[in-house]
């Protein structure tokens, strides 16, 4: 509910990736980017499926985003956004897309078992469609980064970074 005076807007991300996020779901994704850039294998567990559909987004263009609203010269017209891109992708192309970034020879596999630390077994099935059109309406914002120069960006990183530190 919007009070008098204040000037609050909810703002929901979609499954946002990038550099240094290891957990959760969306961090299954970017533990097998980076394993696959800095050994050659990474591996996708539960919840992905090569099926699985989502809405990802870079985490430079989800900062530019929220960035934007806050900074938006007027009161935003909506009091909640779905924040998104718009770029839905199999898990499938995601994985096929990071390859062509890696060096040739990389692989990334799926593997039906979770693995220690991923989200508990939950059936596969596409994320619903989040419409996220409105914000982008209202600011006239378009992505910066599409999946493939996201990925690559990431994977780029990674091989910059070398293999993680031990503890």
Not at 77 to 91: C, F, K, P, Q, V
Request: net charge neutral; with cysteine; glycine share 8%.
């Amino acid at each position: 509910m919007r009070q008098p005076g204040a000037d609050l807007v909810g703002l929901r991300p979609v499954m946002t990736f990038g550099v240094g996020r290891f957990s959760g779901a969306v961090g299954i994704l970017n533990q097998a980017f980076r394993d696959a850039a800095v050994s050659g294998h990474g591996t996708v567990t539960r919840p992905w499926a090569p099926r699985t559909s989502i809405n990802p987004m870079y985490v430079a263009d989800c900062a530019d985003l929220v960035v934007r609203s806050c900074l938006h010269e007027a009161p935003l017209a909506r009091s909640t956004y779905n924040m998104g891109t718009g770029e839905y992708l199999e898990i499938q192309a995601m994985v096929d897309e990071a390859l062509r970034a890696l060096p040739k020879g990389s692989a990334i596999d799926f593997r039906e078992s979770a693995l220690p630390g991923a989200p508990e077994t939950v059936p596969w099935f596409d994320y619903p469609d989040v419409d996220s059109r409105a914000l982008r309406q209202e600011l006239a914002w378009s992505p910066r980064y599409d999946f493939a120069s996201a990925v690559g960006e990431c994977i780029r990183s990674y091989r910059t970074a070398g293999p993680p530190a031990r503890p």
